[in-house]
């Protein structure tokens, strides 16, 4: 029996590409792109403006398939963490962050990552594989399906930020995909403001957004020296920040009101220094960006710490009398083990990083 397809995963585009060689009009693919993603129904019988031969015929070459949720945990403070098996074994996590007015899901686009950022709990897990399209939107549908639900009510998401498990730039067609779905009028409507694009540092591929894909932008930039990012993010060797920085000037140029996120975790004693703020100010002053700095969320194996709230407060103090925007990223879902830096997943590493970790570890302690 041929494998039907999962038309989840298709954006506008491909849909449009699906019914055309189905021989049917291009206009089904809005059609359909309302059912699925704006209305959450993956029963074809139930598409009631689809023909019924057009809506058997679907059912004999395609299908709406959704991976499965295996838990949902749900934090003090209203966080709420979703762990989706994947056919493959492997299971991924995303995250809902309400705060006043908005809801903002954090999306994975690959089972693990493949780099090494230090303080990162994904990073320490090794790496699978990428997220296709419909892994990928998979996690928005979830959400709202579930948030729907909620006897509380009005819980919606309203920002996406790429920026759960994973390096979205990466596995940058399923995520172009996956975006280009999140803003279709037709699917879920998300404005480029509110649509996050969170990355370690892919140059190239940083400038192949700009012409692809039009969201925001943030950098894990996380030290202001070379030296130090290197240690704590081996892309840096590959990348280093003078580059990455003309890469983010190149993304902002000629667009109105566009500015960087630059993400800054607080590690104590590794880049909480007055030295180290005089430095971010020095590499950033000339672009426009909103700097967040992120308490260090710890996790097991870790043998970094969380700057003191006071040295915090003071590198934001130092920041904003400079002309900086700076914000302090309050903590979410830490009793969840949701909040930043924290997701890990169930991955079946390719890698075998765990395992030279673990080996590490043994000859540290002997």
């Known amino acids: 029996m041929t494998e039907r397809t999962n038309l989840l995963g298709l954006d506008l585009q491909g849909l449009e590409g699906f019914f055309v060689e189905l021989g049917e009009k291009p206009f089904r693919a809005r059609q359909l792109l309302q059912w699925i993603h704006k209305y959450r129904i993956v029963d074809f019988a139930e598409m009631t403006n689809l023909s019924k031969v057009l809506r058997e015929k679907l059912e004999n070459v395609a299908e709406i398939r959704l991976p499965e949720v295996m838990h949902e945990h749900i934090s003090v403070d209203g966080t709420r963490k979703w762990i989706i098996k994947l056919s493959c074994g492997n299971a991924i996590e995303t995250v809902y962050i309400p705060e006043g007015g908005r ?119 996380h030290a202001a020296n070379d030296k130090l990012r290197d240690e704590i993010i081996p892309l840096n060797k590959k990348y280093p920040i003078a580059e990455l920085l003309a890469a983010c000037k190149r993304y902002v140029v000629g667009q109105q009101r566009r500015h960087i996120t630059v993400e800054y975790v607080m590690l104590e004693g590794i880049n909480d220094s007055m030295t180290d703020a005089k430095d971010l100010v020095r590499i950033l002053k000339d672009l426009p960006t909103k700097i967040n700095l992120i308490p260090f969320n710890p996790f097991p194996g870790t043998s970094y710490k969380c700057s003191s709230r006071n040295k915090i407060v003071r590198f934001q103090q130092y920041l904003i009398d400079q002309g ?43």
């Open 103 to 221: 809801g903002t899901l954090c999306v994975s686009s690959q089972v693990g990552c493949a780099l090494t950022c230090t303080f990162c709990s994904t990073g320490q897990q090794g790496f699978n594989r990428n997220l296709d399209a419909a892994e990928i939107i998979a996690q928005l549908w979830i959400a709202n399906q579930a948030l729907d639900k909620d006897p509380k009510g009005n819980r919606v998401v309203t920002n996406v930020v790429m920026m759960g498990m994973g390096e979205p730039l990466a596995n940058y067609a399923n995520v172009i995909t996956a975006m280009n779905l999140m803003r279709d009028d037709f699917g879920y409507g998300i404005s480029w403001r509110r649509l996050t694009l969170s990355t370690s540092g892919m140059v190239p591929m940083i400038d192949k957004l700009r012409e692809d894909c039009h969201v925001s932008l943030a950098i894990s930039l």
């Open 324 to 366: 900086l925007v700076a914000t302090i990223r309050k903590t979410r879902g830490d009793d969840i083990v949701a909040a930043c830096g924290q997701l890990a997943g169930d991955v079946q590493d390719k890698t075998r990083r765990t395992e030279r970790l673990a080996q590490q570890e043994v000859v540290f302690h002997q």
